[in-house]
Structures are given as structure tokens and as C-alpha cells.
């Protein structure tokens, strides 16, 4: 099975791009980030004509995840256990939310089982500042995947928890560990939140395959960052102990931000053995 997952930044504005990956890398599930758009306006019928089903979870312009597979879809949530909210009354633009949950959820978390895998697309909150009651919100979003992530493992579940992370793990994971010191992604309490899921159990795979420095899954629109290669590692796979002894293979596919109308993230695929 080939798990691939990607922040596409706008499904709609990107989905010619996003269905002609899917035929060339032949990727059986699509864990998809920042999709942009409510579920009445996310492209299903394109998807579905390309042989996948879709999962959404979108309520506005914000934020929004969704997964499509083509071996299944099946006990779709739309947020896991314990998933903490965000109040609007916080930071004053949260739109993104379900208002009859105190405090609102926010669309960035689906679970669905695919092939026999249960298969997590995850948008962790950004943080904003280390000042900033989201960066809060983020460390108890983390806080409470794991908790969640911890409870699966322990019952056995194969599991993937594929997403944008938010999170930059390691300094070679950043073009200039200068630029952001004292910024979010690389504090300590918020890399501490990410390899908390190796305590439960878990590993990374793309990291097991590709431990190089300097392998990027994401650069800016601005100051010609992408032929600068001034870039970031923040898209990574989560497996549970009864999934990542499957794994065989990872690939962060750089080309896909190549071209007229990229992504500012790029595809990152992980194979499994049957």
C-alpha cells in the first residue's frame, strides 16, 4: 500500500495538479492538509472519476482535511478523542469552527480506514508566537493526539498519523536554525509534543528512510525560497507499532513544487509492504 500525505493549500485552485499526481505516483490513499473549502465545495466527483473515494472536513476558507483512497473508506471522524478547540473570542479569527462545541473545533483532523489501515490526515495548529494563546492551543492539540495515538497502539490498531506537522524536530530540518530562534516550530516544548509519540510507541517513518540533512517538505512563496532551497521539514508519518514494521520505503517528491501553481508543501509518500 502506498500512503502518501500532502497540504495541498487549496484543493480546489490545485486539483488538476493534485489528481495527475495521484496517476503518476499510483499513491493508494491521500492524506490531504489546508484543503480550503467547506465539504459542499470540495472536488469529489473529480476524484471519485479518477477511482477514489473521499472523506472531507471543511467549514469555511480555513484550514480543512480531507482523505482519498482508492482500497477503502470506511468509520470516518471527524476529530480523534479528547481533540481540544479553539475559541474565536481568543484570537479573534477562527471562523473555522464548530460553534455548537464550547470551545469549537476546528477542521483539521479526519480518521478513516483504509485497506485495513487507519489512516489520520492531520493539520496541527501553527502556534503563531510562543506568546500567542494558539501556540497553547497547539501543545494541548499535540497533547491530546498522543493520548489518543497512545490509546490505539496499546489496542493494537494499525495506525498512520500522516499530516502537516507544524512542527520542525531537528535544526537540519531548517535552512537557518538562526531565523527562528525564538519563533514557533522548533521551541522545546513543542518538539518535545512531537517525538512524545515515539514514547507511545510510534515511529517516523519518513525519517527511518531518509535521514539526511537538509531534505525539505516545504518552502515559502516569498524571497525565491524554493531555487534557494531555503526550506523546512514539517510533513512526516506517525506509524503505531503494529503498522511501521510494514514499511519499506519513504520519498519527499521535490518536484511537485516545481511549475505554475504549486503547493508550497510537496508530496511525502511512505510504501507498506501487504
Request: proline residues 7%; aromatic residues 10%; charged residues 25%.
Amino acid at each position: 500500500m502506498r500512503l502518501v500525505t500532502w497540504n495541498v493549500n487549496s484543493v480546489r485552485t490545485r486539483v488538476d495538479r493534485v489528481l495527475a499526481f495521484l496517476d503518476r505516483s499510483q499513491a493508494d490513499v491521500l492524506a490531504i492538509q489546508e484543503t480550503k473549502c467547506r465539504d459542499d465545495q470540495f472536488p469529489t466527483a473529480a476524484f471519485e472519476a479518477a477511482g477514489y473515494e473521499v472523506a472531507h472536513f471543511g467549514l469555511s476558507q480555513w484550514n480543512g482535511v480531507a482523505i482519498a483512497s482508492r482500497v477503502g473508506l470506511d468509520d470516518v471522524a471527524t476529530r480523534f478523542p479528547g481533540q481540544p478547540g479553539f475559541a474565536k473570542t481568543l484570537a479573534g479569527d477562527s471562523p473555522d469552527a464548530l460553534l455548537d462545541v464550547d470551545p469549537p473545533i476546528e477542521a483539521r483532523a479526519i480518521g478513516a480506514t483504509c485497506g485495513g489501515v487507519r489512516v489520520w490526515s492531520l493539520y496541527v495548529p501553527h502556534g503563531r508566537a510562543l506568546d500567542d494563546p494558539h501556540y497553547t492551543y497547539k501543545l494541548a492539540w499535540l497533547d491530546a493526539l498522543r493520548t489518543a495515538a497512545q490509546t490505539w497502539a496499546d489496542a493494537g490498531d494499525p495506525v498512520a498519523l500522516l499530516g502537516d506537522w507544524n512542527v520542525i524536530p531537528l535544526d537540519t530540518d531548517v535552512y537557518d536554525p538562526a531565523a527562528f530562534v525564538g519563533k514557533t516550530h522548533v521551541s522545546p516544548p513543542e518538539r518535545a509534543a512531537f517525538d512524545a509519540f515515539a514514547d507511545a510507541g510510534y515511529a517516523e517513518l519518513t525519517r527511518r528512510f531518509l535521514p539526511g540533512e537538509h531534505l525539505y517538505t516545504y518552502w515559502d512563496y516569498q524571497q525565491l525560497a524554493f531555487p534557494r532551497n531555503k526550506g523546512l521539514r514539517i510533513d512526516f508519518c506517525w506509524a503505531s507499532p503494529a503498522l511501521a514494521p510494514r514499511a519499506t520505503g519513504a520519498v519527499i517528491d521535490r518536484d511537485e513544487r516545481k511549475g505554475k501553481g504549486a503547493s508550497d508543501h510537496v508530496p511525502v509518500i511512505v510504501d507498506l509492504a501487504d
